[in-house]
């Protein structure tokens, strides 16, 4: 799975079309997880992301050297 096949979607609906549950929800691959209830959750929750990127990078910087080193260059990907 690549970062772009990261989906979502908004409430959840039965075969019917009835509503069955209010949400925001991330689709990683087959997984599907609920990751808000309101825009401002999810506004609050995408915050939380960068913040996690400043904390990965910054203490991680030897790993995420490493990972850029081995990973295939963009002529490699298939």
């Known amino acids: 799975m690549e970062t772009k096949d990261i989906l979502f979607s908004v409430n959840e609906y039965d075969?019917?079309?009835?509503?069955?549950?209010?949400?925001?929800?991330l689709h990683f691959g087959s997984t599907r997880v609920l990751a808000a209830t309101s825009i401002e959750d999810f506004r609050e929750i995408i915050g939380h992301f960068e913040n996690m990127?400043?904390?990965?990078?910054?203490?991680?910087?030897d790993e995420i050297a490493a990972?850029?080193?081995?990973?295939?260059s963009e002529g490699e990907k298939k």
């Open 67 to 72: 990972w850029s080193a081995a990973a295939p």
């Open 53 to 61: 990127i400043e904390e990965i990078e910054t203490a991680y910087a």
């Open 15 to 25: 075969k019917d079309g009835n509503k069955t549950e209010d949400g925001i929800f």
